[in-house]
């Protein structure tokens, strides 16, 4: 897959440092655009349309990020910008705030965020109008940048934590300053030592409008925007292939799972005897565990009547509930009331004795934003614990997602809003994964799910799901069969 993200820092990255572009004597240079710049806002000052800034100091040699060409020229954001102050709402207006931003896309959303006056919140104060450039100085990392290129329905009012920046016609192209202050070298200043607090970083907006922009001549300036939009619609069109192929190898990978789970992938052959004498060593197995106190005795399941069947299986196989195929299913909520687990299980960010295990932590890899308990409420959630080789199973929202649990170096637990699977031996879980991955394990769960617009499901009624059960040694195959294509075919 080409990583088109990267792709587009790049083509930013050299794009605004006129790599991309000729510098034609034609241009002209950007020194005389600079001496136009601060003609237009002393005449703007005069006419007391904006107030008069105050001197930002000389740019030194220290803080210029690269070679530019000779006829351009580094110049401070607040020297080559304006912006049209702030008021006080005294009608009905449309307040940009962060939220109203979509910073995947870098642009305001069509819903307007319509207030009265006496409504308006404390932050709502800074005068925007058409063409100005947005700069979220809170958490700037996140990228909430745009280009305000709508009319609104009544005046528009942006919160205090946008940087409000209208350039100066034909001397500075919003949309080149846009894509500088996307670039990593910005990114480098607003984020580095400029940038304070830990929680909610920000740039203070007199060290934003300090920040330096290259300023090359406007012909160029408009080349440059040319060449990035039109190399970020070939991109685009990437991004869109690449979605469309991701779809279906998902799909491919839907309809191999499929055939697996089906005895389609693999013979079945005599030496592997069958699933009822695997069966009865799953229950052999657990009735040992209820022996040594290890498990609990568990109510017994129903028979499985045969319009419950979904499809014929191969002769060898059996039909079983995943209650009766599993050591243990079970949920954080098993430990306690509500009020008993609020009491006894703190959530903690910070490092502690175990970490709490959430369906999210396994798309970072254990990385980052995890979360954990203490001793205490390791201790309390024994129920729950987690030793690795489980499957954990999302059972509210995005229902049929699954995942293996891995052994970590670090005591672990289950977190809320999902429901672990552990089986009596590990031999017998990934086929299982890849059941409940299947097209049948979706309908499985989805058929005991209640709920529209968010599907849940519980621990007792996945208990009674149905699994078509090989002999261990075909699940065995099963599994790797399936990963073996996935690997030939790249997906």
């Known amino acids: 897959m080409i990583d088109t993200e990267a792709l587009r820092k790049k083509v930013i990255d050299l794009a605004i440092q006129g790599k991309l572009t000729q510098q034609l004597p034609e241009d002209g240079n950007a020194e005389d655009l600079y001496v136009q710049i601060q003609e237009e806002k002393a005449k703007l000052v005069k006419e007391g349309k904006i107030k008069k800034d105050k001197t930002l100091t000389e740019i030194s040699n220290d803080e210029i990020p690269f070679e530019i060409p000779n006829n351009w020229r580094w110049v401070r954001i607040g020297d080559a910008t304006y912006n049209h102050g702030q008021k006080t709402p005294d009608k009905r207006f449309c307040y940009i705030d962060v939220g109203t931003l979509d910073n995947?896309?870098?642009?305001?959303?069509?819903?307007?965020?319509?207030?009265?006056?006496?409504?308006?919140?404390?932050?709502?104060?800074?005068?925007?109008?058409?063409?100005?450039?947005?700069?979220?100085?809170?958490?700037?990392?996140?990228?909430?940048i745009c280009i305000v290129d709508k009319d609104f329905s009544c005046e528009p009012i942006a919160s205090t934590?946008?940087?409000?920046?209208?350039?100066?016609d034909n001397c500075l192209l919003s949309r080149f300053l846009?894509?500088?202050?996307?670039?990593?070298?910005?990114?480098?200043?607003a984020n580095g030592d400029s940038s304070k607090g830990t929680l909610y970083p920000a740039i203070g907006e007199k060290d934003f409008f300090m920040g330096l922009v290259p300023l090359a001549p406007f012909e160029e300036q408009k080349r440059i925007v040319d060449v990035i939009d039109t190399v970020f619609v070939q991109l685009n069109v990437i991004d869109d292939l690449q979605q469309q192929y991701e779809s279906d190898c998902e799909i491919l990978k839907g309809k191999i799972i499929n055939a697996g789970i089906r005895g389609m992938l693999t013979d079945q052959l005599p030496?592997?005897?069958?699933?009822?004498?695997?069966?009865?060593?799953?229950?052999?197995?657990?009735?040992?565990?209820?022996?040594e106190g290890k498990i609990k005795k568990e109510k017994n399941l129903p028979e499985i009547s045969d319009d419950?069947?979904?499809?014929?299986?191969?002769?060898?196989?059996?039909?079983?509930?995943?209650?009766?195929?599993?050591?243990?299913?079970?949920?954080?909520?098993?430990?306690?009331?509500?009020?008993?687990?609020?009491?006894?299980?703190?959530?903690?960010k910070?490092?502690?004795?175990?970490?709490?295990?959430?369906?999210?932590?396994?798309?970072?890899?254990?990385?980052?934003?995890?979360?954990?308990?203490d001793k205490n409420g390791y201790e309390f959630l024994s129920n729950s614990n987690?030793?690795?080789?489980?499957?954990?199973?999302?059972?509210?929202?995005?229902?049929?997602?699954?995942?293996?649990?891995?052994?970590?170096?670090?005591?672990?637990?289950?977190?809320?809003?999902s429901i672990m699977i552990r089986l009596t031996n590990e031999e017998l879980r990934d086929y299982l994964y890849y059941f409940i991955l299947s097209k049948q394990g979706y309908l499985e769960l989805d058929g005991i799910s209640t709920g529209t617009a968010v599907k849940k499901f519980n621990k007792t009624d996945l208990k009674k799901i149905l699994i078509p059960v090989p002999p261990l040694?075909?699940?065995?195959?099963?599994?790797?069969?399936?990963?073996?294509?996935?690997?030939?075919l790249g997906i």
């Open 271 to 291: 030496e592997d005897g069958n699933a009822e004498d695997l069966y009865e060593q799953i229950q052999n197995d657990k009735a040992l565990l209820i022996k």
């Open 178 to 189: 846009y894509y500088w202050l996307l670039s990593e070298w910005f990114d480098k200043y």
């Open 350 to 373: 910070e490092p502690s004795y175990a970490i709490m295990v959430k369906t999210a932590d396994f798309a970072n890899g254990f990385s980052n934003n995890l979360t954990y308990t």
């Open 104 to 144: 995947v896309n870098h642009k305001l959303n069509d819903n307007e965020n319509i207030i009265e006056a006496k409504d308006a919140p404390s932050r709502a104060k800074k005068i925007v109008k058409y063409d100005d450039v947005l700069y979220s100085t809170v958490r700037p990392y996140l990228h909430n």
């Open 473 to 488: 040694a075909e699940q065995t195959r099963i599994a790797s069969r399936i990963e073996e294509i996935f690997t030939l």
């Open 386 to 417: 987690l030793f690795g080789g489980e499957l954990i199973l999302s059972n509210i929202g995005s229902i049929g997602k699954c995942f293996i649990v891995p052994k970590l170096d670090k005591k672990m637990t289950l977190a809320p809003n």
């Open 161 to 168: 934590a946008f940087a409000v920046m209208h350039t100066f």
């Open 308 to 348: 419950e069947i979904p499809f014929e299986i191969p002769n060898n196989w059996k039909w079983v509930r995943l209650g009766n195929y599993s050591q243990k299913i079970t949920d954080q909520v098993a430990s306690g009331s509500f009020a008993s687990l609020r009491d006894n299980v703190p959530s903690l």
